[in-house]
């Protein structure tokens, strides 16, 4: 039986829940994480990078996990940033339940918020988003979904997004200029890219 697509609502492939460590300088958890939902058997490189390259969450108030699969960088900022309410998002299901279900193991499970995307209030903004983005699910579909995201954060707010260089990182950083959002290269190891994305308005009516 295949796998099938990471970004699926609801995997086929059967349930085998099993633990994933996610071991960083300040932080060491025992996750689970299960078939059917990205990187089920180990932190991917590209997260774990993010994770180790992003600065300080300690001023965070309300972050945005897109993408959240099994939960390592929702449960990651979660115990970084006891005082932020962090909302994670996924179109996967079984991912869904497990980003809850890791983040109730921490005791964290009254301020992280697990949702589909359509399920998020259109009235929370966002100081802090970060993201190991789904390439995968091609290009005008991400650009919608960074369009759809990026504008939620608050005036002074950063997104911090992880892309693989050979899947169109610095293309990815250009588009991203022309829409009206600067950004820079944060960090630059083992064939990913760290950018750092800042808000600005987008004139009303645009599109991708």
Request: glycine content about 8%; hydrophobic content about 40%; some cysteine.
């Amino acid at each position: 039986m295949s796998d099938g697509h990471y970004f699926e609502d609801d995997p086929e492939i059967e349930s085998s829940p099993h633990s994933v460590e996610v071991t960083l300088p300040d932080v060491s958890l025992s996750l689970t994480s299960d078939r059917g939902v990205f990187s089920a058997d180990k932190l991917d490189t590209g997260t774990k990078l993010l994770l180790l390259e992003i600065p300080s969450l300690v001023e965070a108030t309300t972050i945005l996990d897109i993408g959240c699969g099994w939960g390592p960088i929702t449960c990651v900022a979660a115990r970084r940033a006891p005082q932020a309410d962090v909302w994670a998002i996924d179109v996967n299901r079984r991912a869904r339940d497990l980003a809850a279900t890791n983040a109730e193991s921490l005791g964290a499970g009254d301020r992280v918020h697990v949702r589909a995307p359509d399920d998020v209030p259109d009235d929370i903004t966002f100081d802090r988003i970060l993201s190991n983005p789904p390439i995968r699910i091609g290009k005008p579909a991400l650009h919608d979904l960074l369009l759809h995201w990026l504008p939620r954060l608050t005036t002074d707010g950063v997104a911090h997004l992880v892309v693989q260089k050979h899947l169109g990182s610095d293309s990815l950083a250009t588009w991203l200029e022309g829409r009206g959002y600067p950004t820079l290269r944060l960090a630059s190891r083992a064939g990913y890219r760290i950018l750092e994305v800042r808000r600005t308005a987008i004139e009303p009516g645009e599109t991708a």
